[in-house]
């Protein structure tokens, strides 16, 4: 699967679990799901049957929970400021956070294949903590990430608030140097031909490759 298809995809299923009722009867659940995707209009019938899939094991593993991970909330809205000067604000949405135990667990629901952890978001996971922590100063943290896409499966990402500030708060000094600079040389790019970019959607690759755009070159 593509770059570019798999974060429709991705948009697609976050904007389906967040229509849906989770703790629907198994029986209904096929149903729901299927009604739920049918708004979406840019999916051919192939894809639709892969989403409706993915998103019934999804509710599938939240009913293997038994009712051990009540949800608090889904897609929430933050805007967090780091610790530091200068000020900086961090906004985003959390897809989902639940209370398991004496933790509550802040999951991110990833549609590409699954990993072995969670470490290659664990930044996203501990900005989202720093969010949380601001609102339950005194509750014990947890980060979960779920894939979706099958074979799907769920790790969970252990979360240090001190270490999660300290870490944040390296990233936001780096870049706010790195904005003073006003150099290319400070934001050095990620790939050295357009055509990964393009993959990715990312809507600036003419910035980064004016000559691509005027030869039109696709490599």
């Known amino acids: 699967m593509r770059p570019a298809d798999a974060a429709r995809l991705g948009i697609a299923a976050h904007a389906a679990l967040e229509a849906l009722d989770l703790d629907l009867p198994v029986s209904a659940q096929p149903a729901a799901v299927a009604a739920v995707l049918q708004a979406v209009r840019d999916l051919d019938d192939a894809e639709r049957e892969t989403l409706a899939r993915d998103l019934v094991g999804a509710l599938a593993r939240h009913a293997a929970d038994g009712g051990s991970c009540r949800i608090h909330g889904r897609e929430l809205p933050f805007c967090v400021r780091l610790d530091g000067m200068p000020e900086i604000f961090v906004r985003g949405r959390i897809d989902l956070l639940a209370e398991r135990g004496e933790r509550l667990v802040i999951r991110d ?8 952890d969670g470490e290659a978001h664990r930044v996203q996971l501990e900005i989202y903590a720093l969010a949380v922590a601001a609102a339950y100063p005194a509750r014990a943290l ?3 990430i779920e894939w979706l896409r099958a074979p799907a499966g ?4 252990a979360i240090d608030l001190a270490v999660s500030r300290e870490r944040v708060g390296a990233i936001a000094a780096r870049l706010v140097a790195a904005l003073d600079a006003r150099t290319a040389a400070a934001f ?3 790939f050295s031909v357009p055509a990964p970019c393009r993959a990715l959607g990312c809507p600036f690759v003419s910035r980064c490759f004016p000559r691509a755009r005027r030869e039109g070159v696709a490599t």
Do not use: H, N
């Open 109 to 116: 629901y990833q549609y590409t294949s699954p990993e072995d």
């Open 142 to 144: 947890e980060g979960e």
């Open 154 to 157: 769920r790790v969970a990402v």
């Open 188 to 190: 050095p790019m990620a």
